[in-house]
């Protein structure tokens, strides 16, 4: 699961955090404002963009090794089979309200920016 941050978003508090002598060497952990799996996040492409959409589960280990035989040095492929697991196992899950601290504005849902780009999935 993966809490999906709107790029928009990360430009809002970028140019905030970058023009605001309050946020000097302040740190910040930025999210979305849900977590969602990838078999969620196809879901919603699908409902937005009104197409079925089928969805492959693969393993950490499988899709490591395709992304080898694709020409990903094993190294590489090794730790992102290690992310996966780490974000299958919902460890990984934290939502914060660092954008909307910053901005003032909450941040856009994954279906927000699906809606909006809808276009470009079609």
Sequence with gaps: ??????????ARVAVTALTDEAH?????LLTG??????RQQVAIIAEVTGRPIDFED???HDFAQAAIQ??????QAHL?????EVFRA?????ITDDVENITGTAPA???????????AFR
Excluded at 90 to 94: E, F, H, I, L, P
Aim: charged content about 25%.
């Design 24 to 28: 000097a060497g302040k740190g910040y």
């Design 1 to 10: 699961m993966l809490a999906v941050l709107d790029p928009e978003d990360i």
């Design 33 to 38: 404002p849900q977590a969602l799996t990838a």
């Design 80 to 84: 992102m089979e290690r992310l996966n």
């Design 90 to 94: 919902r460890r990984s899950v934290n």
């Design 70 to 75: 694709r020409g990903t040095a094993p190294e």
């Design 58 to 60: 693969v393993t950490p």
């Design 109 to 119: 849902t994954f279906r927000d920016w699906c809606q909006r780009h809808a276009d």
